[in-house]
């Protein structure tokens, strides 16, 4: 049976029996535990459960750190994204089937959770094969004609980090749905101290590793240069300006200075012009004959 038969299979049997609130899941229990317990650190499987604890009670004090998030086994180097009108990637099982979300998987496949995933890509799509009126299993069928890939350029680059508002995101959800958290989580607690690429696998990716970094680096370079030679450009032309505004306000105190010197010439002239009227005055006074 191909592996998303049995992905299908398993999520289906959890979401049924969580919508009934009753049941066990019996479908690929085996295959279950193991993928389950290979995500898990071995200090979970060496400590005795003393208190018999439930498996929900143990798992949950663990952090973000505590995790192992990425197997380099089950690196195929591509990551089917979504398929035909669906936003997510559809899966057909025996009893009916159920849509998976890739989006909230990315650190499985070895990279970084850089925010929180938007409603649409989440978008639920769930039928029984005996209730299925909508006849969603041939819309599965269909969507599986076209089926679109992110490679490794599209995603980026390999790390384990998750962004504080996916972390928050997390916790919203796993306090709304009441999972039984032991410790009171909070953001601070559950967002890793410092992240670390993922190093890597085969020569190949370490040579594309290589040349990506060298890339960016030559990229980082480029723009750096460009910045300095715009900045020399700007500087220069503050320069100018600064000259430009120096040598106007030069021309403003000659201009104060000659505005000056015309009033002074105009007050001299105006006080001449008074004595000269005044003088003229008095001459035309001695010479009139009724005098």
């Not at 299993?137 to 089926?147: C, S, Y």
């Not at 999972?179 to 953001?187: A, D, I, M, Q, V």
């Not at 670390?196 to 020569?203: K, N, R, S």
């Not at 021309?251 to 000269?276: G, H, P, S, T």
């Amino acid at each position: 049976m191909p592996s998303k038969s049995l992905l299908a299979d398993t999520y289906h049997s959890i979401h049924y029996r969580t919508i009934k609130k009753d049941g066990t899941i019996l479908c690929c229990a085996p295959l279950l535990y193991k993928w389950f317990a290979s995500h898990l650190p071995q200090s979970i499987f060496s400590k005795e459960n003393t208190g018999k604890s439930l498996w929900s009670q143990r798992i949950m004090p663990l952090t973000p750190d505590d995790i192992i998030w990425y197997h380099a086994a089950g690196d195929i180097g591509a990551v089917i994204d979504s398929c035909g009108k669906f936003p997510n990637m559809p899966l057909i099982s025996r009893y009916g089937g159920i849509t998976y979300n890739p989006a909230l998987a990315m650190r499985q496949f070895g990279y970084p959770m850089k925010e929180k995933p938007n409603n649409r890509s989440l978008s639920g799509e769930c039928y029984l094969n005996n209730k299925d009126y909508a006849n969603m299993r041939t819309k599965f069928v269909q969507a599986w004609h076209t089926v679109r890939r992110l490679d490794r350029h599209q995603l980026g680059k390999k790390s384990n980090f998750g962004h504080p508002s996916y972390t928050q995101w997390v916790i919203d959800r796993d306090m709304s749905f009441g999972l039984p958290y032991t410790l009171l989580r909070s953001l601070s607690s559950t967002v890793p101290h410092a992240f670390l690429a993922l190093p890597p696998c085969t020569q190949d990716e370490y040579q594309e590793r290589l040349a990506e970094s060298n890339h960016e680096s030559a990229a980082w370079k480029r723009k750096y240069n460009e910045a300095m030679l715009k900045m020399e450009t700007m500087s220069g032309q503050l320069e100018q300006n600064d000259h430009h505004i120096l040598k106007q306000r030069r021309q403003m105190i000659e201009i104060d200075e000659l505005l000056l010197v015309k009033d002074r010439l105009l007050d001299q002239y105006a006080n001449k012009k008074k004595r000269m009227d005044f003088f003229s005055g008095a001459q035309s006074d001695s010479d009139d004959p009724s005098v």
